[in-house]
């Protein structure tokens, strides 16, 4: 699940372990601001040293909501990329494995013009890394203007950026749910994951964000729901979460809290639907 860093980001494993999770997902700081404090030496050792110590990961970071790696205004754009490029380097001192991104809005001037700013962006990120962290590309719910919501401008990012081993794709259920990708069948999960493989490549996917859709298939919306109790269904989610691909991926839950349910609840629903 998605855990939180509050106090110091070592937390962040107690955390993760305290829920019995595998592996986590987390934000290496304020993803409402802009703001970046430096990471404290000792935090970074004790956050290396449990992980060590639990076995737990991959560790996943998301990047911060406000960035728009897509952004055509250019003082907005520069403080995305260097967001990006801040994030490769504390997420190598972390050791952290993955950086899951948004893609960004073009904000009306099209596709073409989204996609050069994006690959502009992910660029000099990608440049930074030293080892194998990797930068994932997070397909999106197909909001008006966002980048990123079909298989095909998935895989044309990633072939036209400089580094494309040094990236990959995270899928979020919810999202391919709400643009049109249905789930909530076996048979139309195998046909999703079968459309996957022929546009983009199964070697590119490295993470799942497990969520179900408050709303219906296409709706290009992004509104998360308790696993099973949305649109994609129980059935949509054994299916899912007994295909031999996705069975073998880390998968990071980002469902709701509230007086339905908590994330260990959810967390008990997927591993139930997972047997
Ligand atoms: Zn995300
Ligand atoms: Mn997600
Ligand atoms: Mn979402």
């Known amino acids: 699940m ?3 860093i509050a106090g110091t980001i070592d937390l962040a494993v107690d955390r993760a372990v305290e829920s019995n999770c ?8 304020n993803p409402r601001g802009w703001k970046v404090s430096n990471l404290d030496h000792e935090e970074v050792e004790k956050f290396k040293s449990k992980l060590r110590q639990h076995n737990i990961g991959p560790v996943v970071s998301h990047m911060p909501y406000l960035p728009n ?6 003082d907005f754009y520069e403080k995305s990329v260097e967001a990006l490029v801040g994030e490769v380097e504390r997420c190598t001192l972390l050791k952290i494995q993955y950086i899951v991104i948004h893609l960004g809005s073009h ?3 099209g596709r073409d013009a989204g996609l050069k700013r994006l690959v502009g962006a992910l660029n000099p990120a990608t440049a930074k890394i030293k080892g194998d962290l990797k930068i994932l590309l997070e397909n999106t719910a197909g ?3 966002s980048m990123g919501s079909k298989f095909e401008e998935l895989r044309e990012i990633i072939d036209k950026s400089r580094h494309p081993k040094r990236l990959g794709i995270c899928l979020d259920s919810c999202h391919l749910y709400a643009a049109g990708y249905d789930l909530h069948t076996s048979k139309s ?3 999703t994951m079968e459309r996957f493989e022929e546009i983009v490549g199964v070697e590119e ?3 799942i964000h497990l969520n179900d859709s408050k709303n219906g298939l296409g709706s290009g919306l992004d509104r998360h729901e308790h696993i099973g109790m949305g649109y994609i269904g129980e059935e949509g989610f054994r299916a899912l979460l007994h295909h031999p691909t996705v069975r073998e991926l880390p998968l990071i839950l980002e469902t709701p809290i509230d007086e339905r349910r908590d994330d260990q609840e959810n967390l008990k629903m997927t591993r139930e639907l997972g047997k």
């Open 107 to 109: 904000l009306g001037l």
């Open 205 to 207: 996917l490295k993470v």
């Open 22 to 29: 595998d592996t986590f997902q987390i934000f290496t700081r």
């Open 143 to 145: 909001q008006a203007n």
């Open 189 to 191: 999960v195998k046909a």
């Open 69 to 74: 790696l897509s952004s055509p205004k250019d």
């Open 2 to 4: 998605h855990v939180s």
